[in-house]
């Protein structure tokens, strides 16, 4: 069964301070990796995807990466703005697969 | 372009109702998937359809239950509601890149979710 992990549950950062949410996953054969920030009350937004480990992407103060058991999600210098959940989620190789989700980080800056 | 469209956006039902809920995908998507959020278990996936066809399901009770039409809009339906239903159901349309061997890579892209309140 695939397995999403993320960490932490939430995070507190003041303003310009960088910091890494971290997601690990179990999967059978990984398809693809991916991030979505959501605001309280709305749909998650698609932020990246990763293939294959060693890929990065990046979108303004946001930078994901990929290993073979995890991925991060760096924010450089974030600002209030930046304050959301961040959702992680993975698609397995076989067939039609869906997406699993983690349980998301939420992340709060503080000006 | 526009976005994924859902109604009604909150719903309030006494238990043992029924409801239907509603999705229009993105433009030329042909995949529709559903999906319950709750604050204690997440993002968990429902159903999924493709060309109105059911192409996964998750392992929710015979309840909850879907369908897609020729146009790619989705329903989904709940019968008799428990208090436990509450939730936010967000719908996701994928343009779902299709291959002969049945893999493909691709996003979805959610919807603003619909607002299920059980009392």
């Known amino acids: 069964e695939d397995q999403v992990t993320q960490s932490p549950e939430a995070l507190r950062l003041q303003e310009g301070e960088s910091s890494s949410l971290n997601c690990s996953y179990t999967v059978s054969g990984l398809r693809g990796l991916f991030w979505y920030r959501q605001d309280p009350g709305k749909g998650p937004e698609f932020l990246f995807t990763l293939y294959s480990a060693g890929e990065e992407k990046e979108k303004e103060r946001l930078k994901a990466t990929l290993t073979k058991k995890e991925s991060f999600l760096h924010i450089t210098a974030p600002k209030p703005e930046d304050s959301a959940t961040y959702l992680c989620?993975?698609?397995?190789?076989?067939?039609?697969?869906?997406?699993?989700f983690g349980k998301g980080t939420m992340l709060l800056v503080s000006p | 372009k526009a976005g994924v469209t859902q109604t009604p956006r909150y719903l309030i039902k006494t238990r043992g109702q029924q409801v239907t809920l509603s999705c229009s995908p993105i433009s030329g998507h042909r995949s529709v998937s559903w999906y319950q959020q709750t604050p204690g278990q997440g993002l968990q996936f429902l159903f999924e359809y493709f060309s109105e066809t059911q192409r996964n399901k998750g392992n929710f009770p015979g309840r909850f239950s879907g369908r897609q039409f020729s146009n790619s809009r989705s329903e989904m339906n709940v019968s008799t509601l428990e208090l436990g239903d509450s939730a936010l159901y967000l719908c996701a349309s994928s343009s779902s890149a299709h291959r002969r061997n049945g893999t493909g890579t691709y996003e979805q892209y959610f919807g603003p979710g619909t607002r299920l309140t059980v009392t």
């Open positions: 989620a993975v698609q397995a190789s076989a067939g039609y697969s869906t997406l699993t």
